[in-house]
């Protein structure tokens, strides 16, 4: 009894459909049909006639749904075995083989830079230039503003730099709109 809990436990973390598992479950929906069994016989209600059509369907799902997992199993390693057997035998090619291009003739092949090399056109061939053999861009040297200008960029620098709205109250405005009643 014992290591079939053990076992049921580490089933719990294996993926998959486990035997103990199989079992902890038929034994589980088996006392609960025998459970609802009896309290129909007690009770003669139609709800536990319910309740067992549901718990045998549910039931019934669970055990085939693993059947179809050990299916699927078995048909999986079936096919690794007949891959296994076709490469015993050299009737496979390798996967490296598989995945391997033909060789290609290196003066048919083309790569992009080297369709762009071989262009007559100047444009295109310029842009595969590199760039120690580009001419240098001249710098854009930066537009003189006006005194004017500058005097407007330095108001503006620092409205913006005291607040972020831009507006700065003062006493005096407060006591205009107060009318210097206070005074």
Do not use: C
């Amino acid at each position: 009894m014992a290591s079939f809990l053990e076992d049921l436990w580490s089933s719990i973390f294996t993926p998959g459909p486990t035997p103990s598992l199989l079992v902890a479950t038929n034994a589980t929906f088996a006392s609960l049909q025998f459970l609802l069994f009896v309290l129909l016989i007690v009770t003669h209600s139609v709800h536990f006639v319910v309740l067992s059509f549901l718990s045998g369907a549910l039931w019934w799902s669970i055990n085939w749904f693993s059947n179809e997992v050990k299916e699927v199993r078995i048909r999986e390693e079936e096919k690794e075995r007949q891959k296994a057997r076709l490469v015993m035998k050299g009737k496979q090619k390798t996967a490296d083989a598989v995945r391997m291009p033909a060789v290609i003739d290196s003066t048919e092949s083309e790569t992009e830079t080297e369709s762009l090399a071989g262009d007559k056109d100047p444009i295109a061939s310029s842009a595969i230039t590199s760039s120690a053999e580009r001419p240098p861009i001249p710098a854009n040297p930066a537009p003189q503003l006006s005194a004017k200008d500058e005097a407007l960029r330095k108001r503006r620098s620092l409205v913006e730099s005291s607040g972020s709205s831009g507006y700065m109250s003062t006493d005096s405005e407060w006591e205009k709109v107060d009318g210097g009643k206070n005074s």
